[in-house]
């Protein structure tokens, strides 16, 4: 769903309260960050689409996971995350050809990674569902 996608992130990198707390207006990735990403970045990605064939209407009901990476502390990936927060729930996103009824977060997620080399990453986000209509 390009349009969709399109959205989220210009809504992301459209932030400046969370835009502020990254490594840049650039550290918004779709699906993964590359390897060498700096810290902090966010990433989103799709944990379900579906159609609904509720009316002749075309309805898109999508389930985003949209979380923040630190090295810093749990405490900064959560300042991350209310920021994402503040933009999407109950809030609206545009996306070319679709009109954005419902927005909200559907649950919170939050842990921790060691990586090989022994850093802790921490991790803050939620999931929100987007639903749509044509």
């Not at 900064?76 to 209310?82: K, P, S």
């Amino acid at each position: 769903m390009n349009a969709l996608t399109s959205a989220i992130y210009t809504k992301l990198i459209g932030g400046t309260a969370l835009t502020s707390l990254l490594a840049g207006t650039a550290s918004v990735y779709y699906n993964a960050a590359p390897d060498d990403a700096p810290l902090p970045h966010v990433v989103f990605s799709y944990q379900s689409q579906i159609e609904e064939n509720q009316t002749p209407s075309r309805m898109k009901d999508a389930m985003v996971y949209i979380r923040g990476y630190t090295d810093v502390s749990s405490a900064a990936a959560g300042n991350i995350a209310t920021q994402i927060d503040n933009l999407f729930h109950a809030g609206s996103v545009t996306a070319t050809g679709w009109t954005n009824f419902w927005t909200s977060l559907e649950s919170e997620v939050e842990y921790f990674e060691i990586t090989p080399n022994g850093e802790r990453i921490h991790n803050a986000g939620g999931v929100y569902r987007i639903r749509l209509g044509s």
